[in-house]
């Protein structure tokens, strides 16, 4: 069964800085998928980047990037230049390759932005 | 740009009454899924769809849960006899294909038991 863990239930960052929220995962899986979603206090689940284990390059979508590492078994998601809007729970989760698998999501962390 | 709808947004209902959840997928999406959030907790997975079958379910979605897909469109997840712990916010989400990997969630809705 694959598992994944958010070992920050909380973080907070001031606006503009840049902050790095952590997830590890455990898989006997060699092909997956990951993804970071967002949720802000409307609960809409956002999809803010994904990673794709055979990519050795980490995703990047504007202010957010990864630091995927396949060995170790580890996805944190790097926001830089943090923004207001950018308070929210934020969900590391992993999917199988094959036969289109459910998503398996952490418990969370939630990110308040300070001004 | 097509996107997943629920409604009710938010459905209240007293204990031991059926609750059906609405949800529309994007068109042409061929996989569906209902998620569970427990308030202040993390997201399960319940069930997912395809091919008017169910292919796979969590330990979650025990015998009071059905789903269905009665037309083209809606996708409907069933709780027969409502327990308090059902209480959550429940996520449909839907999927273009095999092996496409973004899953489009819907904005939820909010099942109170009372």
């Known amino acids: 069964a694959q598992t994944v863990t958010q070992s920050q239930p909380e973080m907070s960052v001031q606006e503009a800085e840049t902050v790095t929220l952590s997830c590890t995962y455990d898989?006997?899986?060699?092909?997956?998928?990951l993804f970071w979603y967002k949720q802000p206090p409307s609960r809409q689940m956002i999809l803010v980047i994904r990673?794709?284990?055979?990519?050795?390059q980490n995703a990047t979508e504007n202010r957010f990037s990864v630091n995927f590492q396949k060995a170790a078994k580890s996805f944190s998601l790097k926001i830089s230049d943090s923004q207001l809007g950018d308070t929210a729970m934020y969900f590391c989760?992993?999917?199988?390759?094959?036969?289109?698998?459910?998503?398996?999501f952490g418990a969370g962390t939630r990110l308040t932005v300070k001004p | 740009e097509p996107e997943v709808t629920q409604t009710p947004s938010h459905q209240v209902t007293q204990m031991g009454q059926e609750v059906i959840l609405r949800c529309v997928p994007i068109?042409?999406?061929?996989?569906f899924y209902w998620y569970r959030q427990i308030l202040g907790q993390k997201v399960e997975f319940l069930v997912s769809?395809?091919?008017?079958?169910?292919?796979?379910k969590s330990e979650i979605f025990d015998d009071q849960f059905s789903v269905e897909r009665p037309d083209g469109s809606n996708f409907t997840l069933k709780i027969r006899s409502t327990k308090l712990e059902d209480s959550a916010m429940y996520f449909c989400?839907?999927?273009?294909?095999?092996?496409?990997?973004?899953?489009?969630f819907g904005p939820g809705t909010r099942l109170t038991v009372l």
């Open positions: 990673q794709e284990a055979y990519k050795q």
């Open positions: 898989t006997s899986e060699s092909n997956y998928y």
């Open positions: 989400a839907s999927n273009l294909a095999e092996n496409y990997n973004e899953q489009f």
């Open positions: 068109s042409n999406h061929l996989y």
């Open positions: 769809f395809y091919n008017n079958e169910i292919s796979e």
């Open positions: 989760a992993f999917m199988k390759h094959v036969n289109n698998n459910d998503m398996r």
